[in-house]
């Protein structure tokens, strides 16, 4: 070999080290992606039902009965949500305590249907709470937990204090107080126009709702967000175009390829789907509508019922007779009247930061731990053995 052959070799990379400047050609064009594809309710719940009362039909979902005696906890969603925001919380809290979940659409939202769609009275809601329960068990009710979350929260406040429910034990209220409630009315309008109207595919509404910051558990997004949102042309909740999870292999990934969506492209403009090629032929067709869903309910048109969600709602809360148990997303929201009652000791608080006003639907895991904490607390549940959990004191 020559002087010069020996140089040559020497100069050479070997075929395999890879050079730190240059991406391996395997890594080119990669792309992060997110799965955004809708999952059903019954990877959650074990059945829903449809209860039918002399004021509507109201859609409800289950888990399984404990294997030991325990609670009803009956859950109910804020506006414009529906009973699948309480899919991960359900599945969470059944894991360590013996309990059954219970969650209910609150009329005008899912799939529950009723005559009166638009009447949001705080009375009218808080009395079709108790006729669903009334309808399903009767006099042999078991023991029950009333939880909710933002409007949610304050009819079960205001179903607690009817004194309509026999078997009633604890009450739960989830991020929602008058003070803080009552002032954000002002901005409500505002945030409603914020959203878009409507959405292209189910994919894209579970798309919107993390990176608005809805929904931070993008999990939970792809279960709660159907139950939000209708199919234009059908008029039905979009969760009945999902396969159930029992179905097969195939039905289950129909979603699969236009939801994997990679987060750092931007979504495609109507305009860009229109080319120089067919200018000519959309003069004469009728336009395409790109927008499939839009929501279940319109917010906006419930605005005359707002303030009796909220107003003297502190109040009411201290006036319940059960346990209670308010747990927030920051300490700041307390207003006077709790404050000074959560310090003479007429409930228990709890604040979980690094989350949303979706409390539970961002942080399932640990807000099962606190109201697991709560019912053992109380001795209301008995912990189900199938694994430990932090046990979470009551904030100061």
């Not at 075929?15 to 019954?42: A, E, V």
């Not at 108790?130 to 979350?149: E, F, N, Q, R, W």
Request: proline residues 6%; aromatic residues 6%; negative net charge.
């Amino acid at each position: 070999m020559s002087n010069l052959e020996r140089v040559m070799m020497k100069s050479r990379l070997p075929p395999m080290c890879p050079n730190p400047k240059f991406p391996k050609p395997s890594d080119r064009g990669f792309r992060r992606q997110t799965d955004y594809n809708p999952i059903m309710w019954s990877e959650y719940f074990a059945e829903s039902r449809d209860v039918e009362t002399q004021r509507g039909k109201f859609r409800v979902y289950l888990t399984s009965k404990p294997k030991a005696p325990g609670p009803l906890l009956v859950m109910l969603h804020g506006g414009g949500f529906s009973a699948l925001s309480w899919a991960h919380f359900s599945m969470e809290i059944s894991k360590i305590i013996h309990c059954q979940c219970l969650a209910i659409d609150i009329r005008g939202h899912g799939d529950t249907i009723t005559e009166q769609e638009d009447d949001l009275s705080a009375e009218t809601l808080a009395q079709d709470v108790a006729d669903v329960l009334v309808t399903m068990y009767g006099d042999s009710a078991p023991p029950v937990i009333l939880i909710g979350h933002s409007m949610g929260g304050a009819i079960c406040v205001h179903v607690a204090n009817m004194d309509v429910i026999i078997s009633l034990i604890g009450v739960v209220v989830i991020d929602v107080v008058e003070g803080t409630a009552l002032e954000a009315l002002a901005s409500m309008q505002s945030f409603l126009r914020s959203r878009p109207s409507a959405f292209k595919s189910i994919q894209h509404a579970v798309e919107w709702s993390v990176r608005s910051g809805q929904i931070r558990n993008i999990e939970s997004a792809r279960v709660s967000m159907p139950g939000q949102i209708v199919n234009i042309e059908t008029g039905k909740l979009s969760t009945n175009e999902l396969p159930l999870a029992e179905e097969s292999l195939e039905a289950q990934t129909k979603f699969a390829n236009p939801n994997a969506i990679a987060e750092d492209v931007e979504l495609p403009s109507p305009a860009a789907h229109t080319s120089v090629d067919t200018e000519a032929d959309a003069a004469t067709s009728p336009p395409i509508n790109l927008k499939k869903y839009t929501w279940r309910i319109d917010l906006s048109k419930s605005e005359k019922y707002w303030e009796g969600w909220f107003q003297g709602l502190s109040q009411k809360f201290l006036d319940v007779k059960v346990p209670k148990l308010l747990l927030l997303a920051g300490i700041d929201n307390l207003d006077r009247a709790l404050t000074v009652g959560q310090m003479q000791g007429k409930f228990q608080l709890q604040v979980l930061a690094r989350c949303g006003h979706a409390v539970h639907e961002d942080r399932p895991h640990e807000v099962a731990e606190v109201i697991g904490t709560y019912l053992l607390r109380n001795k209301f549940a008995e912990a189900s053995g199938e694994g430990q959990f932090l046990k979470h004191m009551p904030a100061c």
